[in-house]
């Protein structure tokens, strides 16, 4: 895995010298390494968001067609590919930032678990891994149960968020995904919180900042199209 990701890792390295250089302290260089790397990431969560927002606006155009053609399956598809098309909607586009972060958070796992391996001889850095942040005695190693408890919480409310704002499709489609979007919902945080539980302190900080990051970005998102609907409206 280390030498998969490790092209990855090894500008992060960098990065967290870098901003360790400037404050000193490394539970605050991962709080800011964090900040960096959601920004550069915002322009592909907002437009994530506005995805979801977007398949909420033309819920009922999609009800319509699927009660049109309920018993037309090829003609369901061949009009709702046509709605998607007309409204620029994509649905795969939901996926994007999370298949982009997850290289990021394999690097960042090699970098803090293995630091040796891509910090090379910088001694600073190679004893900031190791470095008390809070509770947390040892960055380096996993925090037993607060910041994993932390990480599956946010991670719970982020995906609830999520799919409240996506309301996927509706109808008969939406009745037989609603039973694995529950249980997901559920087996997800779970699984967040036991992974917390093994990886680096550090990691599991980078996920807990990344996710109140993410409920703050479709709060914030949410809101400016809501002024932008009542806007309109009292145009017209």
């Not at 009009?79 to 290289?103: D, F, R, T």
């Not at 004893?127 to 990480?151: G, N, Y």
């Not at 799919?163 to 699984?191: E, I, L, R, Y």
């Not at 990691?203 to 996710?211: A, K």
Request: glycine letters at 6%; proline letters at 6%; one cysteine or more.
């Amino acid at each position: 895995m280390y030498s998969i990701f490790g092209f990855i890792a090894k500008p992060m390295g960098y990065l967290l010298s870098w901003i360790y250089s400037i404050v000193g302290d490394y539970g605050i260089t991962i709080m800011l390494f964090t900040i960096v790397v959601r920004l550069v990431l915002f322009p592909l969560y907002a437009s994530q968001i506005k995805n979801q927002i977007k398949m909420t606006d033309i819920q009922p155009k999609m009800k319509s067609i699927q009660a049109k053609h309920k018993n037309d399956k090829n003609k369901l598809n061949v009009e709702l590919q046509k709605l998607y098309k007309e409204e620029n909607y994509n649905p795969a586009k939901g996926c994007l930032p999370m298949l982009i972060q997850m290289p990021i958070i394999m690097g960042l796992f090699a970098l803090l678990r293995n630091p040796i391996m891509f910090l090379g001889d910088n001694a600073t850095m190679l004893l900031a891994v190791h470095e008390r942040f809070l509770w947390i005695p040892d960055l380096s190693q996993a925090d037993t149960w607060i910041l994993p408890i932390a990480a599956g919480l946010t991670t719970f409310i982020s995906y609830r968020i999520t799919m409240t704002q996506s309301n996927p499709a509706g109808g008969d489609a939406g009745a037989a995904m609603a039973p694995m979007m529950k249980v997901m919902q559920v087996f997800f945080p779970v699984m967040i919180l036991m992974m917390g539980r093994t990886v680096p302190a550090g990691l599991t900080i980078y996920w807990f900042l990344g996710n109140l990051f993410t409920i703050g970005q479709t709060f914030i998102l949410r809101r400016m199209r809501n002024q932008a609907i009542a806007k309109a409206a009292a145009a017209r």
